[in-house]
């Protein structure tokens, strides 16, 4: 196993109330050039968990933190117009959210999390992640 270090957060950046699947990262992602999806999880409106690239395998979402990182990402992130950023993550994604940050953590001693937005100016993932890890008591 690749030694991990943090986990950084993500929206999929698609509009509020609308699901969209691993596989449809997947082929939005090869299109782009990348050798799989880019994230490593992917949590559903639902607050079903599904695995994106492997673990053992260095990710493809956020240039130049991919290495030592997880990148787990939640669908939605936008208002309904499509272009707002808007935390839209429905109260099971963030129990979702919170579950899988505190296993990874557990399981492989990652001791940050951290906003896509802190490495790249984005909106993504479209809330405060300093704030919620203090909410939720991951901090």
């Excluded at 992602?29 to 695995?51: E, L, P």
């Amino acid at each position: 196993m690749r030694k991990i270090t943090k986990i950084i957060l993500h929206c999929s950046a698609t509009p509020e109330g609308k699901d969209y699947t691993v596989e449809t990262i997947r082929r939005w992602h090869k299109a782009q050039g990348f050798a799989d999806i880019g994230y490593h999880y992917v949590i559903y409106r639902d607050g079903t968990i599904h695995n994106g690239r492997p673990l053992n395998q260095v990710g493809a979402h956020t240039s130049g933190h991919n290495t030592g990182s997880v990148g787990i990402c939640y669908i939605g992130g936008v208002a309904a117009d499509g272009k707002t950023a808007k935390d839209t993550r429905t109260p099971a994604q963030k129990e979702a959210m919170y579950t899988l940050c505190k296993l990874l953590m557990d399981t492989l001693g990652i001791k940050e999390v951290h906003g896509h937005n802190e490495y790249a100016a984005k909106a993504c993932p479209s809330f405060d992640v300093k704030k919620w890890k203090k909410e939720v008591g991951l901090s």
